[in-house]
């Protein structure tokens, strides 16, 4: 149980392309989402959490128009990279909490390579 | 404000002898602690948690964990270490006091790697 999908799990875009990546919880309802960014050998950095039906909370320093958050339902939640440029390259990771268990459940994460 | 350090990059040792990656906490109140190992262009798997209780806690693939309040200390610990489990390490902590609307602070990570 408790398994978390990411699509895709790669992907490759021109600069000045927006990329969306999803995120879906399949066997469970998440009632909260969150999005990390990994840099090659660095730690997570949380990006964003982002609850069911409302607006998401952006950690400081991360620019909410370029990285829109969408959870739509309890079992998908998007990013969606706006405008990407080679900086954005990453490791995009998100997890789902399902709010009456302590742990988060990660997804296998989405290598994304703007070029 | 909740902060994990994990002050090794990495730790060597070999097959069959026994592991330790080291971590430190600090929070407000009270800690909610988890460990995570990450493969190669994966995402992160649940090793174990600590909640409350017993400060031994035993989790995945055969690791454990002792909490150490006075030490605020939670570190991983497998009696012995196998090939398999060379991997990146990362030590995570939730206050229980602010809540943090279930936000987890990670470690930087501690690679580990298992000789023959």
């Known amino acids: 149980g408790a398994v978390v999908s990411q699509h895709p799990s790669w992907v490759i875009c021109k600069s000045g392309t927006s990329v969306k990546i999803e995120c879906r919880s399949l066997?469970?309802?998440?009632?909260?989402m969150f999005w990390y960014r990994q840099f090659p050998k660095q730690s997570l950095m949380l990006m964003a959490t982002s609850n069911e039906g409302s607006k998401a909370t952006y950690e400081q320093g991360v620019e909410k128009d370029k990285f829109l958050i969408n959870h739509a339902s309890l079992t998908l939640s998007t990013l969606t990279v706006t405008s990407a440029h080679p900086e954005d390259s990453s490791f995009y990771i998100c997890s789902a909490g399902t709010g009456t268990t302590y742990e988060q459940y990660f997804g296998p994460g989405t290598r994304l390579t703007v070029t | 404000a909740q902060s994990v350090a994990q002050p090794e990059d990495q730790v060597n040792v070999a097959e069959g002898n026994p592991l330790t990656v080291k971590c430190t906490y600090s929070v407000s109140g009270n800690p909610y602690l988890f460990w995570y190992v990450q493969y190669p262009n994966r995402g992160l798997q649940f090793l174990l948690k600590y909640i409350t209780g017993d400060n031994l806690v035993k989790g995945s693939y055969g690791f454990e964990a002792e909490f150490n309040k006075s030490q605020t200390s939670f570190h991983l610990k497998k009696p012995s270490a196998l090939v398999s489990d060379s991997a990146l390490y990362f030590c995570?902590?939730?206050?229980?006091?602010?809540?943090?609307?279930?936000?987890?602070?990670f470690g930087t990570g501690t690679q580990l790697k298992v000789e023959l």
């Open positions: 066997d469970f309802q998440a009632t909260t």
């Open positions: 995570a902590v939730r206050d229980i006091l602010t809540g943090g609307g279930n936000k987890l602070t």
